[in-house]
């Protein structure tokens, strides 16, 4: 299935959101590298397989150095630069650190953060959801754990979907969600290109500030699925992000 016009090839960074891994991406990927695309899918320290490096200091600090690195090492330049909901968070704060490797952001139901800010003041209901599950292990403050609740909340409804990817979740490092996000140009971080794709339920449930937010970009597109929308609609998410780097 052809979903772009094939003339530009684009270096592609898909950051995940909480919970999830590069994993999250598995059917997305394949879409994108067969119009010509290379495609980056990192996984943030402590979650998916790397899991095992969790500390009391992981932080949204350490996951945008994650993305930091994954740049340079990769000597990537121009590259279109996506976060799904919490990935959010992080690739602005990648753009600002590392603004002459980013070409273009895209935001996939994701925060969209000022400085100052933390994923729990951008998200509505995050704060709420997260720390009514809250647990310490050794020493960290765990939220999302994975349960039959936190996956309704991804929009996960196929079967074959839920067997699949509720293994590979794993609760996430609740110092990264209050963390608050600092930029140093901020400015030049917002004149970057930017498309925003937005799941229509939650437009619904965003006040008027924050619903002039998720539709102030160059591109905004809606689609009518669950917030994972790179597993319960990748073939819509593919189209948009070939639509907007051709």
């Known amino acids: 299935m052809q979903i772009g016009t094939g003339d530009d090839v684009a270096d592609f960074v898909l950051v995940?959101?909480?919970?999830?891994?590069?994993?999250?991406?598995?059917k997305?990927?394949?879409?994108?590298r067969a119009e010509g695309h290379r495609v980056y899918t990192p996984t943030l320290t402590g979650l998916g397989e790397r899991k095992h490096l969790l500390t009391e200091a992981t932080d949204l600090e350490t996951h945008i150095e994650d993305v930091v690195g994954v740049l340079a090492y990769e000597d990537l330049r121009d590259v279109v630069l996506v976060g799904h909901s919490y990935g959010g968070m992080v690739i602005t704060g990648v753009a600002d650190r590392s603004r002459d490797r980013i070409g273009r952001m895209v935001f996939l139901d994701a925060a969209i953060p000022r400085n100052g800010e933390a994923l729990v003041d951008t998200s509505p209901g995050i704060r709420k959801v997260a720390e009514a599950g809250l647990?310490?292990?050794?020493?960290?403050?765990?939220?999302?754990?994975?349960?039959?609740q936190i996956v309704a909340i991804y929009g996960i409804t196929e079967q074959m979907d839920r067997v699949w990817m509720e293994p590979k979740l794993t609760p996430h490092p609740w110092r990264s969600f209050v963390q608050k996000l600092h930029l140093d140009d901020e400015e030049a971080v917002r004149a970057l290109p930017r498309a925003i794709v937005n799941c229509t339920s939650k437009l619904r449930h965003l006040s008027p500030e924050q619903r002039e937010r998720a539709l102030n970009a160059d591109r905004v597109w809606e689609i009518d699925t669950g917030h994972d929308l790179m597993i319960t609609d990748p073939y819509s998410v593919a189209k948009m992000l070939a639509e907007f780097v051709n």
Do not use: I
């Not at 995940?16 to 598995?26: E, I």
């Not at 997305?28 to 994108?32: G, I, S, V, W």
């Not at 647990?135 to 039959?148: Q, S």
């Open 16 to 26: 995940h959101g909480g919970g999830h891994g590069g994993w999250c991406w598995d």
């Open 28 to 32: 997305l990927t394949p879409l994108l």
């Open 135 to 148: 647990r310490t292990v050794n020493g960290v403050e765990l939220v999302l754990w994975p349960d039959p």
